[in-house]
Structure formats: C-alpha cells, structure tokens
C-alpha cells in the first residue's frame, strides 16, 4: 500500500487536491491531522484519526506508523505551518512517504488571503496595503523556496505540480454553492483534475489512472488586477521589487 502527503502551503488548492484523491476508488485521503485549531472537527475524517492520536499521547512517529498501518492507499494534508509546529517532513522523509507538493503563484497566495481576511463576497473589490502587500508576497516565496530546499535536502521523494496547471473540466451547475462547516465551499458541480495532472499523480503514487474530481469549487474567481482595487499601484511596487515573473509557476506538473 502507498502511504503519501499533500503538501503545501495556505490557499494552494489542497483542499481541492484532497477531495480529488479521496474520489479515487483506491485511495482514502485524508484531511489536516495536524491542524493545531478546533475549527477542522467538522471535516471529514478528522475526528476519528485525531482522537485516536490524543486519546493515546501518540508521539508523531508512532500517528505516523498507525497511519502507514492502514490497509488502504492512505494520503494525507499536510500544511507549511503544521510541519512547522510539529516537524513532520523529518519522519515523512525517514519512511520514504512520497510527497505530492502543491504550488501557488505566491502573488495569488497573497491576493487569496486578503480576501479571505477582509471577509468580502465574491464579486466584492478589496483594497490592500500596498507594503504589507510586497511583505506578504516575499514571504510567501521564502517559505516555498524553503520547502523546495528542504525536501530536496532530505531527498523526498516529490512530484511538485501548481495550483495554475490543475483545474480540468467541469460538469454540472453552480446554483447550489454552500459552505460546509468552517472551511469547504461546495457546489453542484464536479470539477476534474486535469487529464496531465490526473495520470502524472496516479503514476506517482503507482495507482490506476482514473479520472479524479472534487465538488469543492472556488471562492473568487475574478483576476487578480479586477479582485484588488488598488491593483495598478500593487503592480508598480511588485515589478519595482523584481517580483512579477513566470519563474514562479516551473513545476513538474
């Protein structure tokens, strides 16, 4: 059996990614077991394998072993900052875990958060500060740049793929959109992976190739230049700052 990790950042499309997987006849994917907040009992999956874990003060290798234990292909949502808090990467890497690492457009990263903060709906403008914005997105790039480095230091074994590249075809409508618990935004509409993406990640994690989807549609889905009203001023400070580029979507996907 393939135990595997979902890696990523914040608002990278993991949630999407998760829920495609999880589609997959052979596979069960699995949410954020190391999310430190309480606000993740209403997903899917959570309580079960986090109470098994705080009922039992298991250590992260021995969560780690019972998870691998499992008789199925078992994968798992890791975010930057749980493997911060709880150093994850070192035991994944010491069992050879394979990584699938999801990668935003770190400007996206930024423009995502700032409407999610100001709690704006989605065909709602939001207006940012122009310095946190450029301190936003540098530090955004450093965390992944991090991450790239220390997966590779530790010789993961990765397939990195983008949040740009992911999305394929759609079926249905969207008239249904609703939140579930805290987080999930779902609607009527399936959303597939796309085809590359689908049969490179099955390949992966040595799978069937199947088409994978997920009901979990996006929030905001204007451009960036029309989501942020002071989007001309954010555009001169980032390309004064060398920030813009398309070096930012290289991946393997």
Known sequence: MTQAVLLSNKRTGSTFMQEALDSHPNVTSLDEMFMVSTKITERRGY???K???DKENMKIPQYLDWIASQDTNTCF???YNQDQHYNVLKYIADRNMPVIHLV????DIVVSLACKFKHIKPDQT???DVKDFIFLTRKHIKIRNDYRDKLASRECIVYETNYENMFGKQEGDVEDIKLVGSFNIRSNQRTYVDENINRNICEFLNIENVPMWSNVTKKFT??????ISNWDEVQKALTNENLISNRWHNSKG
């Open 47 to 49: 309580d079960f394998y």
């Open 222 to 227: 204007l451009p960036r230049e029309e989501k």
């Open 126 to 128: 939001v207006k940012v």
């Open 104 to 107: 935003r457009d770190p400007i």
């Open 77 to 79: 949502r890791l975010i």
């Open 51 to 53: 109470t098994k874990r």
